[in-house]
């Protein structure tokens, strides 16, 4: 579970009733969803809800660094509230289905020195592509 929730009441963030439904939706494990899936969502517990309201509130969630944006292929962004869950991503190549995985190891050792040309490398972003059950069945 991605906590998130938690972590908007811990900083003191204002949660309106749009707000608030926008975050419970997209708290949970392996949730990626486009901003017009989190508004149709969010729209079937608050019905009023904007899809400016849903995108303004996405903005707010990733400038505060509690959501990241993520994007794979030139597909649409996607939101994924492990922010703060070291993770990386499985994508789909057929449908664009995305789940958090943790590999073991320390992944920046795959990079050896002379590869990396000077750099004080700070972070590392792996992504693993493949067919996802239901696309390789069929």
Known sequence: MSDLLERLRGRGWRLTAQRRVVAEVLDGDHVHYTADEVHAKAAERLPEISRATVYNTLGELVSLGEVLEVSTDGRA????????????????????????????????????????????????EVTYRGLCPDCSAG
Do not use: M
């Not at 289905?97 to 990079?111: K, S, Y």
């Open 77 to 124: 962004k996607r939101y994924d509230p492990n922010a703060h869950h070291a993770h990386q991503h499985l994508v789909c190549s057929r449908c664009g289905t995305i789940r958090d995985v943790h590999p073991e190891g320390d992944l920046l050792a795959g990079l050896p020195s002379a590869e990396r040309f000077g750099f004080q490398v700070s972070a590392v």
